[in-house]
């Protein structure tokens, strides 16, 4: 009950702040379903390449970043929290641009 008091509070006082903040939750849920599918298909893909040592490219990602952030679950968070932002960028494009992708 407070958050979504603090929340309406926030829209009401400071909309151009909060409208920044949340373009994010907008631009995914204009192509939810494709976001969803390109990322699984790119992951998918990452865990199959190898890179030239031998390892699997994904978790080597993983490792490079933020694998030293913390304890590992917290690393994890924050390589969760990376992949999210990353697929920020082909979303807010297809919302620019006006394109719409029903599957």
Not at 38 to 64: A, C, M, N
Not at 65 to 92: E, N, Q, Y
Request: hydrophobic letters at 55%; proline letters at 4%.
């Amino acid at each position: 009950m407070w958050v979504l008091a603090l929340l309406q509070l926030g829209f009401m006082l400071v909309p151009d702040i909060m409208e920044n903040i949340f373009c994010i939750c907008r631009n995914f849920g204009r192509n939810a379903l494709l976001m969803y599918i390109l990322s699984e298909l790119v992951q998918s893909f990452l865990w199959s390449l190898k890179t030239p040592d031998g390892e699997l490219v994904y978790p080597w990602l993983w490792e490079i970043s933020v694998k030293d952030c913390g304890s590992t679950a917290f690393s994890i968070l924050l390589f969760s929290m990376m992949w999210i932002l990353f697929w920020r960028i082909p979303a807010r494009l297809l919302a620019r641009r006006g394109i719409l992708l029903r599957l």
